[in-house]
């Protein structure tokens, strides 16, 4: 065979492999701002290398949410935010531990770019002490973006943002919010609006089950 068919025959494989999946580079920067790169080009702590499946993928999504909503599957650790023609583009996160984890229906009920953060009084308790008030920017534990997550009128103080600590995505640590890579909560950020929907998945429910059910149900 020659170089060129065992190259495409290879990339029918992989897309067969991954559910018809094709990655979008998780370097991209295209939504990054001049101060991100400058915030950002100084940033203190090591850049991770973040493992394939968390990295970004566009990817087929067969639940019935519709276009603009964000969801965020906890026990896979991956949040979706669903594109038109049962597509959505699959961002690898930390979540919350189980049992400090949101789950449920919110909506965007604030948008921020390098948020400060004011640690909670449950946070202080359990983590501090920190600062009443600790200032944006790249060491901050918001990262580059916030989503902040509205019950009704009300904030559930609980939010979708970055973060200064990378190497844990993938993994359930954090205190209840939902981080991401600071590039890839700017590109989450350029695509939602104030009022979408969010729905995080309680544990044990999973997107990948789901889409798993309805392709059964297809054959």
């Given at each position: 065979m020659s170089r060129l068919g065992l190259a495409v025959s290879l990339a029918g494989t992989m897309l067969l492999a991954g559910c018809m999946e094709a990655t979008l580079s998780p370097t991209s920067d295209a939504a990054l701002t001049p101060r991100d790169r400058q915030l950002l080009a100084r940033a203190p702590y090591?850049?991770?290398?973040i493992p394939q499946q968390f990295q970004r993928h566009i990817v087929e999504y067969t639940r019935q949410e519709q276009p603009g909503t964000i969801v965020v599957d906890t026990d896979a650790r991956f949040l979706y935010y669903?594109?038109?023609?049962?597509?959505?583009?699959?961002?690898?996160?930390?979540?919350?531990?189980?049992?400090?984890?949101?789950?449920g229906v919110a909506t965007v009920g604030k948008l921020a770019e390098w948020p400060d953060w004011v640690p909670t009084a449950e946070?202080?308790?359990r983590l501090g002490p920190y600062p009443k008030r600790v200032a944006g920017g790249p060491a901050n534990p918001?990262?580059?973006?916030?989503?902040?997550?509205?019950?009704?009128?009300?904030?559930?103080?609980?939010?979708?943002?970055?973060?200064?600590?990378?190497?844990?995505?993938?993994?359930?640590?954090?205190?209840?919010?939902?981080?991401?890579?600071?590039t890839d909560?700017?590109?989450?950020?350029?695509?939602?609006?104030l009022g979408s929907t969010v729905v995080v998945l309680p544990p044990g429910q999973s997107v990948a089950s789901t889409n798993t059910n309805i392709f059964a149900r297809r054959s």
């Open positions: 090591a850049e991770a290398q669903v594109l038109p023609d049962r597509k959505a583009i699959r961002y690898g996160v930390a979540v919350g531990e189980e049992a400090q984890a949101f789950s946070i202080q308790a918001l990262g580059a973006r916030a989503i902040y997550l509205y019950e009704g009128n009300k904030d559930s103080l609980y939010r979708i943002h970055g973060t200064n600590q990378p190497e844990y995505i993938g993994q359930a640590i954090s205190s209840g919010c939902i981080r991401m890579t600071n909560v700017a590109d989450l950020y350029s695509r939602v609006q």
